[in-house]
């Protein structure tokens, strides 16, 4: 396992990171290239969170001869007491938690290892002290605070392994300074994936997935029988799965949900538990976006406010203080978008705020509600120059069949012509791709010289059923045409120069660029495919994949294409079977240690594309998995991508 250094050997080194992390401002980058590894290094300070109280703010900084992120509480009242707490030797610090303003638990990860060498991810808690040893709480994830005045809090497990047909978890009650362990989910439902608690830690509705079919269960009160509130087909109709999120201190349950015939994008509802009627009350609709954020609880479970995602992030409070200090921040910082968090929110002194934007890594501050003023704690990134970063514009471009997609567009700064042009396709595909923050590939491309076009594409999730539903057995087809279409918007806007356009991603994305050589090989001039999907029906057959037979057996089928019924057009929409149609240069790498898109996949391409001729340039990682986990690893591959794109793209 990993060896505990402690507070003592480290701690000033710590801090000295710390005040570096703060003062270190970078300096100009617009008169030179900016380097790769600026782009793709791990951050040296994040995770930044407010203890209930709001005295203390734990957080995650790079310290030791190593360069480890360790665990530091910062006293938000006088800077120069914060604390080194916790340091490993060969581990870094992660996810962490306030479980009580004295006692804090986090996750460890080891950030400098492949993928074949990863474990599961111990969870251990700490004093906020110092005072003793870390102890170890096994492995899983905290669930929940219970801001009881114990030091208990509540942690979530899976039952069996991740290719289980039906997977389950359980909620456990954990004394973190013990390790005493009491599962709290006897009598609930089997198979469960979603769980939402009251203010007391009491579980109070959940989504099961069995055979196929998925429910929601309710208990009204915490100490009464679970009942089914409804049922559906498991990933057919998941667009009609309400997704419960907590309980507030009224006993009124939040949840995602589309409840109307009619409605193409989900919402959030309220509904009371104590009510007969049980009836749900619409809160936040956000127009063409489908609902997709949390619910701000402060003490006992008081509603406070709601987050939420349309093109970018923001916050509707619904507590009078807290919407009057969120107004005071955003006028302080009118440039980024301004995430408060305060812990319990109980007349708060001061709030920890995150702050970031399309050009501007996230910034730590904390903001003194008094006095109206900010003061810096920590840089995720202070290495970057935001003057010097490109902006990223959400768009919407029409398909050919009228169906809108939302893209986002980063230009290359001081760019006026159309200019090289890289289509940059998300992974999933069933899920979002983007949003408006600093992104690592698109930016590091617009330095570069790219014009950079990232499509949610048909198929992607967070803009309402019918953008979902189109996608449906529209590999390589339909959704593919978005690609083509977005290409040819950017054409016409007079964004990029129609012979030097390559099409470019990972996993689903890298897929799409296989086929983008294939179906539209007059549009791009390259394709760079890493991590790629090659053949469908070998998804289906891989033994090693991370997909659940039940998925293969049940939602692929209707969302991807059966093998029998459908096998003409999984033929023809086959990297593999269709690779004679490559005529245009292609990078294509892969990870030997990628179980969620095996090696296997990448291989049989190869072979195809030896077979009939096509040029392309291989890249292989022998230990990594499914996508680049270790800072040299990405930036010898992105150093790949920008040799390879120079040469395909006459870019000088």
Known sequence: MTAFLGQLKFGLVMIALWFMCVSESATAQSTQEVPTIDFFRNVSFDGAVMSPSGRHVAATVKGGPKGRRGLVVFDTADLSK???????????????NWISDDRIAYSIFDYSVVAAEQQFRPIYAVDREGRSDPRNLKWGAMFAALRDGSNDAIFIRRIGDRYAKDPSTRLMRINTLTGEETIITHG????????????????????????GKSRLHLRMQADAPWTIASEWQRYVNDHESPIPLVVDDKD??????????????????????????????????????DFVGDVILGEGGKLLGIRHLTDAWGTTWIDPMMKAIQADVDKLLPTTINRVSCGLCVDPKKVLVASWSDRQPTVYTLFDVATKSVQGLGKTRPWIAAAAMARREFVQIPARDGLMIPAYVTRPAGLKEAGPTVVLTHGGPWVRGAE?????????????????????????????????R???KQWGLAMQDDLADATRWAVGKGYADPKRVCIAGGSYGGYAALMGLVRHGDLYACGISWSAVSDINLVYNTMWDTLSDRYKETGMPVLVGDQDKDAAQLRETSPVEQAARIKRPLLLAHGGEDYRVTLHHATIMRKALE?????????????????????????DFWNRVDAFLKKNTAVK
């Open 436 to 468: 408006w923050e600093w992104d690592s590939e698109s930016q590091f491309l617009a330095a570069r010289g790219y014009v950079v076009i990232e499509p949610e594409f048909r198929g992607s999730v967070g803009f309402g059923f019918k953008h979902f």
């Open 188 to 211: 609930a439902p089997d198979a469960v994936t979603t769980w939402a608690l009251d203010s007391r830690g009491n579980p109070r509705a959940a989504v099961s997935s069995f055979g």
């Open 611 to 635: 077979k009939n001729g096509a040029p392309y340039e291989w890249v292989y990682y022998r230990d990594e998995g499914h996508g680049w986990l270790l800072e040299e690893t990405r930036v």
């Open 252 to 289: 009124r349950l939040y949840l995602i949900a589309r409840t109307e015939k009619d409605s193409d994008t989900t919402s959030l509802y309220r509904m009371d538990m104590r009510s007969e009627s049980k009836q749900w009350q619409p809160l936040v609709s956000l127009k063409g976006f």
């Open 470 to 472: 189109a996608g449906w």
């Open 82 to 96: 914060s604390k080194a707490i916790t340091l490993y030797s060969n581990a870094d610090v992660d996810d962490i």
